[in-house]
């Protein structure tokens, strides 16, 4: 009786579909899903922080990333419980917020009040964090978030100033790691996203001019790349008004569309700066923006940014074409007003 001998033929077309899948493996590693995620807002400035808030969780509900934690840099007390009641309201309240106490820009602000409302003596929007003088500062926030995760994984989204990233750059060892600030920011983290600056108009952005020595700070020492959303590109995304009015009626009383109305009503149709560094940092490949070419970003004394272009730099800027519009604007609008999950 013949033995029968199988034996394997590796034919150049099987090397190559070989290399294609080392390749493919290789890049969702760099790309993990779903990203480790850190969001940075001066929430209660103005309301799209909170739209933002809303593309994360909807994000979050679809696998894609995941909040680790939510740092602030506005110095009111509401900050951080408005937070807390947005992260309550999509079922996850338990994600860490850390604040800064840095006197910069005080006030409530319209909408973070929202905290503190109540309706037969209930919170509107159920949380328990109620006074950001209760939470841990950002930084401790920040360093245990990053320890916590596998190198070169986390994204980070700044959408206000940069006064906790320059103050977490500077931080020094403690009981999460034994690394200083910039040694574990260039051990953990991936890719910064920031929404600040403005590079194909002179315009002073409000969020480098509130606290510009942080901004320089970040501008000429952060160690990973940056990817920099300019006031140009949320000021060519405005967010259809008629959204908030028909897009958030599923819950009696929803946080992103009552905090859109106390900022400014419909028919106003508001900007979606922050909202552009979430999408971009989380679906990089969605084709939704173009790049510029590598290069660095610098900060002037008065708040201006210079981008100057540089063979493998580190920075790069959004770019938002005519064709690129309608798709962004319905992309945000979907994503922010996707009811809540459990996940």
């Not at 964090?129 to 939470?135: D, K, T």
């Amino acid at each position: 009786m013949r033995r029968m001998v199988f034996s394997t033929i590796i034919t150049p077309s099987a090397i190559l579909i070989g290399a294609i899948l080392a390749i493919t493996v290789r890049a969702d590693d760099s790309l993990q899903r779903p990203v480790p995620f850190i969001f940075d807002t001066d929430i209660g400035n103005d309301c799209d922080d909170v739209l933002a808030m809303g593309v994360i969780h909807a994000l979050q509900s679809r696998g894609e990333c995941k909040l680790l934690a939510v740092t602030t840099t506005k110095d009111h007390e509401l900050a951080a419980p408005f937070v807390d009641a947005i992260n309550t309201f999509y079922g996850r309240g338990d994600i860490p917020i850390g604040v800064c106490r840095s006197g910069v820009t005080p006030g409530a602000g319209r909408f973070n009040i929202l905290a503190a409302e109540r309706d037969d003596n209930d919170f509107r929007y159920p949380h328990d964090l109620v006074s950001g003088q209760e939470a841990p500062a950002a930084v401790a926030v920040l360093r245990k978030a990053l320890a916590s995760q596998q190198d070169g994984s986390v994204v980070i989204a700044q959408v206000g100033f940069s006064t906790n990233l320059a103050n977490l750059l500077a931080s020094s060892p403690d009981e999460h790691s034994d690394l200083d600030g910039k040694s574990l920011v260039k051990k953990k983290v991936r890719l910064l996203s920031i929404m600040a600056g403005a590079f194909t108009t002179d315009h002073r952005e409000y969020n480098i001019v509130k606290d510009i020595p942080a901004a320089k700070i970040i501008a000429s020492q952060w160690p990973t790349p940056i990817l920099w959303s300019g006031y140009e590109v949320g000021l060519a995304l405005p967010y259809p008004h008629a959204s908030i009015e028909l897009d958030y009626a599923y819950a009696p009383h929803h946080p992103l569309a009552e905090a859109y109305v106390l900022y400014n009503p419909p028919p106003h149709d508001r900007p979606t700066w922050d909202l552009t560094s979430v999408l971009q940092a989380v679906r990089p490949d969605h084709g939704y923006f173009d790049l510029s070419a590598p290069g660095r970003v610098s900060v002037a004394d008065d708040g201006r940014t210079t981008f100057s272009e540089e063979d493998n730099g580190r920075d790069r800027y959004l770019i938002i074409g005519d064709h690129q519009k309608s798709r962004a604007i319905e992309a945000l609008v979907q994503l922010s007003s996707q009811p809540p999950t459990q996940q």
